[in-house]
T-cell receptor, first 113, second 113 residues
Framework: QQPVQSPQAVILREGEDAVINCSSS?????VHWYRQKHGEAPVFLMI?????EQKGHDKISASFNEKKQQSSLYLTASQLSYSGTYFC??????????????FGKGTKLSVIP | NAGVMQNPRHLVRRRGQEARLRCSPM?????VYWYRQLPEEGLKFMVY????????ESGMPKERFSAEFPKEGPSILRIQQVVRGDSAAYFC???????????FGPGTRLTVL
């Protein structure tokens, strides 16, 4: 039931792009993306609801393919501040008031100068 | 506009002692979720509470763990007779409505000696 994230870790130079994937074996209602820096709280990035929408702000965007039960997070022109561990949290089933998020193990992103 | 508050930030207990972790949700929020995070792992759902009600405790061990969210005051996660395996970071999150974006507190890092 835990979503699978890939890659587990990635190292980027400033300005490079990255894609982080989140896959589930269950039908998804929504996907939530968070970034966590070491020793800090997870910080909310965005929610995607089923419907195949794509969202984004600044240089971070995400897509949700409900047929494939997969979401991807896109980071473009990476900055040093993007470093951290990215988690996807998934709501399975029909949702509509569901609340229980199941998180993947995370993708550790390191941006170097 | 204070976010989700947790205290203490760090807690050290000897085996057999009790641990009490507190969470004050964001202002205006009445839904609280507790998660446990082991090193290099994702967040695992433990319990979901509203004021004076436990809505879902399916992720919480049946023994030694309990949670409450009284009408007044913070939500409390209580671990009795702690064991070394309880060592982890415990995060709480809050929402204004069920199934809204979950905003996380800074966490309590519990170490059991």
């Amino acid at each position: 039931q835990q979503p699978v994230q890939s890659p587990q870790a990635v190292i980027l130079r400033e300005g490079e792009d990255a894609v982080i994937n989140c896959s589930s074996s269950k039908a998804l209602y929504s996907v939530h993306w968070y970034r966590q820096k070491h020793g800090e709280a997870p910080v909310f990035l965005m929610i995607l609801l089923k419907g195949g929408e794509q969202k984004g702000h600044d240089k971070i965007s995400a897509s949700f393919n409900e047929k494939k039960q997969q979401s991807s997070l896109y980071l473009t022109a990476s900055q040093l501040s993007y470093s951290g561990t990215y988690f996807c949290g998934t709501e399975i089933g029909s949702g509509a008031g569901s609340y229980q998020l199941t998180f993947g193990k995370g993708t550790k992103l390191s941006v170097i100068p | 506009n204070a976010g989700v508050m947790q205290n203490p930030r760090h807690l050290v207990r000897r085996r057999g002692q009790e641990a009490r972790l507190r969470c004050s949700p964001m202002k205006g929020h009445s839904h609280v979720y507790w998660y446990r995070q082991l090193p290099e792992e994702g967040l695992k759902f433990m319990v979901y509470l509203q004021k004076e009600n436990i809505i879902d405790e399916s992720g919480m061990p049946k023994e030694r763990f309990s949670a409450e969210f009284p009408k007044e005051g913070p939500s409390i996660l209580r671990i009795q007779q702690v064991v070394r395996g309880d060592s982890a970071a415990y995060f709480c999150a809050s929402t204004g409505q069920r199934a809204d974006t979950q905003y996380f507190g800074p966490g309590t890092r519990l170490t059991v000696l």
